[in-house]
């Protein structure tokens, strides 16, 4: 798996727009980051819990097609443990729980600049069929 091409191709579309990046893939794992901005805040002044989980979502969602399938979100349990208030950056990091037939499970933990945990996600992936393997679609 070429994974430079990976993160390429997922650093485009919602991803872009929302301000995130994909800064590192290997296998079973991926990393990102959101430079956060005015426009990421909700009216009690925190970073808004839709953002945190389209983070945890995406750097999930990469480390499972990073072992060379698609796949869709079937779940996602996210639990807030604190306010992302007076933060310059997020960051998602997914490590692989379980690679089963159809599905895996992904853990997800996102923390600021300083390295606070802000949440962590547990993520499930339905592996798409009938597509081809990732590679052939870079």
Not at 34 to 56: F, R
Not at 63 to 81: K, P
Not at 99 to 120: H, K, L, P, Q, S
């Amino acid at each position: 798996m070429d994974f430079e091409r990976l993160k390429e191709a997922r650093n485009k579309g919602f991803i872009r727009e929302i301000g995130l990046n994909i800064t590192e893939i290997r296998e079973g794992y991926a990393k990102g980051e959101i430079m956060l901005q005015p426009m990421h805040g909700n009216p009690i002044g925190s970073v808004h819990g839709g953002l945190i989980y389209s983070l945890a979502d995406t750097v999930g969602g990469t480390a499972a097609t990073s072992r060379g399938r698609f796949v869709t979100t079937v779940t996602g349990n996210i639990n807030y443990l604190r306010p992302a208030m007076g933060c310059e950056k997020l960051v998602g990091e997914s490590n692989e729980v379980k690679i089963g037939r159809n599905m895996c499970v992904y853990d997800v933990m996102i923390t600021n600049e300083t390295g606070t945990e802000i949440a962590r996600a547990t993520m499930t992936y339905y592996y798409l069929q009938n597509m081809p393997p990732v590679e052939n679609a870079l």
